[in-house]
């Protein structure tokens, strides 16, 4: 007689109970992970995010520094009234017609020159001399840039953190001027630095100029036009250029500015932000 089969057990032991539990621990302890990780990921900050941050920081205590540098060009030193006093009595010997400049006039010329009176009296004299010669009204007239006006390519707008006036130019627009030539670009660079100068006042004398260099190409590189203007904003208007700030710079303008950088002075050099 044949025995009688066995029924077969389906039910798990408590060894495959216990191991099919700590998989189960682990599956959620890992989907757990995951989920954290997702959201970890989601709050933190991407490197291009990090590096917006870290600008924003230098930007900031850039500024907190102008702010105190504004504070303290309000005032003259006793060492910079002492050097105006020799450097006015030197420079009114050779013209007469600098008793009417201010002190924080000849302050400029002299921060320009590293306080050295005898280099800052020549500066000041020889732009006295050029004054006289270019701006022989007094003023440059909308009528004596009709060319330049009508590019439509530099305004005046309000003020920045610290108070000084800006203006906005829009490189792109610059187109070399045939009819006029150099001189007429000349006299509306001039025309827009005593416009800016008028809106300042004595102890804060600096302007910011905000240049929008989008759709700048190589038929708005003038390079004897830039030339010309560097060589009147250094030579002719010491210490007035706060900032410049570039914007929308394409990589053309990199090649002018490899070109234009030699002529530059270390403290315009400074001030110069892509």
């Known amino acids: 007689m044949e025995g009688k089969a ?59 520094k102008e702010g105190i540098q504004m504070r303290c060009d309000d005032t003259i030193t006793d060492q910079e009234m002492n050097k105006i006093e020799l450097m006015r009595a030197l420079v009114e010997k050779q013209d007469p017609s600098s008793k009417e ?24 004299l020889k732009y006295l001399k050029w004054r006289q010669s270019f701006v022989q009204k007094g003023s440059i007239s909308v009528s004596e840039i009709p060319n330049e006006i009508a590019q439509n390519k530099m305004f005046m707008q309000g003020e920045d953190k610290q108070g000084c006036p800006i203006a906005v130019v829009f490189g792109g627009r610059h187109i070399q001027n045939k009819l006029g030539g150099v001189e007429e670009f000349k006299r509306f660079i001039v025309f827009a630095l005593d416009k800016l100068c008028a809106r300042t006042s004595p102890g804060r004398e600096k302007f910011t100029i905000i240049g929008d260099l989008q759709n700048f190409g190589y038929c708005n590189s003038d ?37 234009l950088y030699p002529f530059i002075d270390n403290h315009t050099k400074k001030k110069v932000r892509f």
């Open 101 to 124: 400049v201010d002190d924080y006039s000849l302050r400029r010329f002299l921060r320009a020159r590293d306080l050295d009176i005898e280099k800052s009296a020549a500066m000041f």
């Open 223 to 259: 390079i004897r036009a830039y030339l010309a203007a560097l060589s009147i904003v250094q030579d002719c208007y010491p210490e007035r250029l706060g900032k410049v700030l570039l914007v929308h710079v394409p990589y053309i303008f990199c090649t002018l500015w490899k070109i």
């Open 6 to 64: 066995e029924a077969v057990t389906m039910k798990p032991n408590n060894d495959e109970l216990l191991s099919k539990q700590i998989m189960r621990q682990e599956a959620a302890a890992t989907e757990k992970q995951e989920i954290q990780m997702q959201c970890d990921n989601t709050m933190k900050p991407n490197d291009d995010e990090l590096l917006s941050k870290q600008r924003m920081k230098q930007e900031a205590v850039a500024t907190e």
